[in-house]
């Protein structure tokens, strides 16, 4: 019987694993089509505030505490950072950018977060994680320098990187709930209302013609609400508190770009320059040498990121808070979701 138990959880770890993979590295083949007749910072206010509304009337069904105004602020801090800059400005920049070249940028994520944490908290930086820092620039210059890709919307998107690795941090200095349905449903919520003050400050409801939206826009909303946001993260929170090793559930960060890129160009006909496979293979360098092996697996400064770009949260495992998106988002991750 324990036999049989143990090979049931295996498989469930390599299923949830599988979603992750899959469904956050198609977010942003998802994202790059829906974009194509929907405003970037409303259709992402949208989609996070019917995913988000779902998390959170489902935590609260289950016995979620009401939270309170401290949390309703704190989420809203992070939501800024994770959903408005990140998500939001990642949805922005793909009108530009591939979405192949879009995920390779945002694995630099865990490369921001080692230097915020160096900055912010003195966290040491070992000379193996410098040579990461080094390696992520080089691998970000040549692919940004390898052809005809755009300089602005590849500068949005390390910018929101940066904010999804920023929010990252500061979510272990906000109150938020420690039940991560309900923390993730909050983010989310504030986030959307953020980014559809965005969108309309830009101009976007004045853009938006609904007769001009197309079916496979609208496919792509459905999929990254229902598919991106809600199944993979539940299959990521799963995974959080399932017997898996944190660093096997962070290996998403490593293989959501390679699944990205493969469909771009696939789907989209995305180019690919010679340069992009040394590009990638730097990244991933990069984000490889940044982690610290003497620290806690399943923590920030061990380089695991958010979910970006699909979803957000909060988890306490022994008592100590790990992300879990990626994003996105998304819990990001992410981009979680």
Request: hydrophobic residues 55%; glycine residues 10%; proline residues 7%.
């Amino acid at each position: 019987m324990t036999r049989l138990l143990n090979g049931r959880v295996k498989t469930a770890i390599w299923l949830a694993l599988g979603i992750v993979y899959v469904v956050w590295g198609s977010t942003y083949l998802a994202i790059a089509v829906a974009v194509e007749t929907l405003p970037p910072f409303l259709m992402s206010s949208a989609r996070f505030l019917v995913a988000g509304v779902v998390l959170y009337v489902w935590a609260r069904s289950r016995g979620a505490a009401a939270p309170t105004s401290r949390q309703w602020l704190g989420s809203a801090a992070v939501g800024f950072a994770l959903l408005l800059v990140g998500n939001g400005g990642i949805a922005w920049a793909e009108q530009r950018v591939g979405s192949g070249v879009a995920a390779l940028l945002v694995a630099t994520t865990p490369l921001w977060i080692a230097l915020l944490d160096r900055i912010c908290f003195g966290a040491r930086l070992s000379a193996r994680a410098f040579l990461g820092v080094l390696a992520g620039l080089a691998g970000v210059g040549l692919l940004v320098g390898s052809g005809p890709i755009d300089v602005l919307g590849s500068a949005v998107v390390l910018l929101g990187a940066l904010a999804w690795a920023a929010g990252s941090i500061g979510a272990r200095h906000h109150s938020l709930p420690t039940q991560p349905s309900l923390a993730a449903g909050m983010q989310m919520i504030t986030g959307a209302v953020l980014l559809a003050i965005a969108g309309a400050s830009g101009g976007e409801v004045g853009r938006l013609h609904v007769e001009q939206i197309s079916a496979s826009s609208v496919l792509a909303f459905g999929y990254l609400v229902v598919v991106g946001s809600l199944i993979a993260y539940t299959a990521y929170a799963w995974l959080l508190r399932s017997p898996a090793p944190a660093v096997l559930v962070g290996t998403y960060a490593y293989v959501n770009p390679v699944v990205a890129v493969a469909l771009g160009a696939v789907f989209l006909q995305e180019p690919l320059s010679g340069w992009t496979p040394l590009a990638a293979v730097a990244i991933f360098a990069a984000v490889l040498l940044s982690l610290d092996r003497r620290r806690p697996s399943g923590s920030l400064a061990a380089g695991i990121p958010e979910p970006a770009p699909n979803r957000v949260g909060r988890s306490v495992i022994r008592d100590r808070p790990v992300p879990t998106l990626p994003p996105l988002a998304n819990l990001r991750p992410p981009s979680l979701a």
